[in-house]
């Protein structure tokens, strides 16, 4: 394969780059906001982010419980 100029090295990385920058079929470009709020509504996923909040809490009591008995040990 013969090396290729710094001209069509650029040329090909140009294109590359508004193959990546250009809006998707729908015209729109894929993006996160997309998403926030599907899922308010449900069931299953309030079940899981209740879940996930209980692990949360039970986190929270435990890093309370080794500051209490750090702070009791100093003292």
């Known amino acids: 394969m013969a090396a290729l100029s ?3 090295r ?11 920058k250009s809006p998707r079929r729908n015209g729109r470009a894929k ?4 998403t926030v709020g599907i899922f308010t509504d449900n ?4 079940e899981l982010f ?8 039970a986190d929270r009591s ?3 419980r080794r500051q ?7 003292s």
């Open 10 to 20: 650029v040329a090909a990385l140009e294109k590359e780059l508004a193959g990546l």
């Open 43 to 46: 069931p299953g996923m309030q």
């Open 31 to 34: 993006d996160w906001r997309r």
């Open 6 to 8: 710094l001209e069509q």
């Open 62 to 64: 435990k890093a309370r």
């Open 50 to 57: 209740a879940e996930a909040m209980k692990l949360r809490e």
């Open 68 to 74: 209490q008995k750090k702070r009791s040990a100093k």
